[in-house]
T-cell receptor, first 115, second 115 residues
Framework: AQKITQTQPGMFVQEKEAVTLDCTYDTSDPSYGLFWYKQPSSGEMIFLIYQGSYDQQNATEGRYSLNFQKARKSANLVISASQLGDSAMYFCAIQNQGGSEKLVFGKGTKLTVNP | KAGVTQTPRYLIKTRGQQVTLSCSPISGHRSVSWYQQTPGQGLQFLFEYFSETQRNKGNFPGRFSGRQFSNSRSEMNVSTLELGDSALYLC??????????????FGPGTRLLVL
């Protein structure tokens, strides 16, 4: 069974600063993908970034980067130059590849960006 | 390109009734998954459909059912509603099985309140 653990229920950051959201995972599958989604108060889940288990380099997408440490089974999201619009819930998810597309989500981290 | 659309956006039902939720995937996407989000249980996988076939099902009672049509649109049905079925129901679409990364893109969700 796959599991995602997000240990930070809430995080605060000052505008324009960087913030790291933690995610650890557990899986017995050799091939998997890790995803981060953002959920504003409106409810829609917005895809941010993806990291494959065999990817050699850490993923980056604009202000988002993923600090992937496979041996430690962690996939932390780094948001650089935080903006007020980054205030939202952030979910880490894992997907087994080669089979079902099912995503297993963590409980999420609520990020608040202060002006 | 239009995103995933879900109808209705909000719904109020009473216990014992049934409800049908609809999801239209992104054009060209053939895979649709459904998730239930509640404050207590978080995001939980309901079902996954590809080419009108259910590929995977989460751990939900038989009152929860779904289907996918030939145009990839999907519906889910909940019969004999219970108070605990109050939740945000999210639909996600992807291109379909490709043996690798299958990013799911989510719709805005349907907020169901059962009284």
């Amino acid at each position: 069974a796959q599991k995602i653990t997000q240990t930070q229920p809430g995080m605060f950051v000052q505008e324009k600063e960087a913030v790291t959201l933690d995610c650890t995972y557990d899986t017995s599958d050799p091939s998997y993908g890790l995803f981060w989604y953002k959920q504003p108060s409106s409810g829609e889940m917005i895809f941010l970034i993806y990291q494959g288990s065999y990817d050699q380099q850490n993923a980056t997408e604009g202000r988002y980067s993923l600090n992937f440490q496979k041996a430690r089974k962690s996939a932390n999201l780094v948001i650089s130059a935080s903006q007020l619009g980054d205030s939202a819930m952030y979910f880490c998810a894992i997907q087994n590849q080669g089979g079902s597309e099912k995503l297993v989500f963590g409980k999420g981290t609520k990020l608040t960006v202060n002006p | 390109k239009a995103g995933v659309t879900q109808t209705p956006r909000y719904l109020i039902k009473t216990r014992g009734q049934q409800v049908t939720l609809s999801c239209s995937p992104i054009s060209g996407h053939r895979s649709v998954s459904w998730y239930q989000q509640t404050p207590g249980q978080g995001l939980q996988f309901l079902f996954e459909y590809f080419s009108e076939t259910q590929r995977n099902k989460g751990n939900f009672p038989g009152r929860f059912s779904g289907r996918q049509f030939s145009n990839s649109r999907s519906e889910m049905n909940v019969s004999t509603l219970e108070l605990g079925d109050s939740a945000l129901y999210l639909c996600a679409s992807s291109l379909g099985p490709a043996g690798g990364r299958e990013t799911q893109y989510f719709g805005p969700g349907t907020r169901l309140l059962v009284l």
